[in-house]
Each structure stands twice: as C-alpha cells, then as structure tokens.
C-alpha cells in the first residue's frame, strides 16, 4: 500500500553533485528508518546513506564526506545530497523504509556519473 515515490536522477559530469528525494505516499504511518541503496551492473546492492526517526545516520565509507541524508519526519520524506560525484557512483539508486510492518523499496533511479 505504501509507495515510495522517488524523484532527482539523472546524469551529470564528475565532480559535480545531484539530489535525490524519495516520499512515502499512501500512509500517515512514520518510517522507523529510511535509507538509499545502489546496485552497479554485475554488483551486490549496498548500502549507502541510512537515517533513522530519530536523526541517527550512517554512511558507506566510499561515500562518507561527500554524500549527506536528511529526513523531513513531517513530510515522510528523505534526501540524499550527492556532492564531489564520481564515475564510480554511477548505478542504479533505490529508496529504502522499514516500518513495523516490513520493509518497502522505490522503484529506483538511474544515476550516471561521466569522466
């Protein structure tokens, strides 16, 4: 029932920077965590960015300094702001939020980083 619409992909050339968004629609239930995932080509989903209720984050380490997350709890909203972008950030990128319920995915984004 909960979608997560995602919205900010796109391409851009290294070293410059984009912005993802990502709203829960469809609930007026509070995510108890929301994140972004990416998944390269031939590659594992990771991990990337991760924000909890009540403000705590995580970070990919090859992402650390670089990316930020942010979460509107009013809104239901997270954001991902990707600055200093590499051609390794390149991949396809996907909302993540846990409710008690279980976990709900976005449909993904495509992010292409060129040299």
């Known amino acids: 029932q909960v979608q997560l619409v995602e919205s900010g992909g796109g391409l851009v050339q290294a070293g410059g920077s984009l912005r993802l968004s990502c709203a829960a629609r469809?609930?007026?239930?509070?995510?108890?965590?929301m994140g972004w995932y990416r998944q390269a080509p031939g590659k594992q989903r990771e991990l990337v960015a991760r924000i909890t209720s009540g403000g705590s984050t995580n970070y990919a380490d090859s992402v650390k300094g670089r990316f930020t997350i942010s979460r509107d709890n009013a809104k239901n909203t997270v954001y991902l702001q990707m600055n200093s972008l590499r051609p390794e950030d390149t991949a396809v990128y996907y909302c993540n939020a846990d409710y008690t319920s279980g976990s709900r995915w976005g449909q993904g984004t495509q992010v292409t980083v060129s040299s």
């Open positions: 469809g609930t007026i239930f509070r995510a108890n965590a």
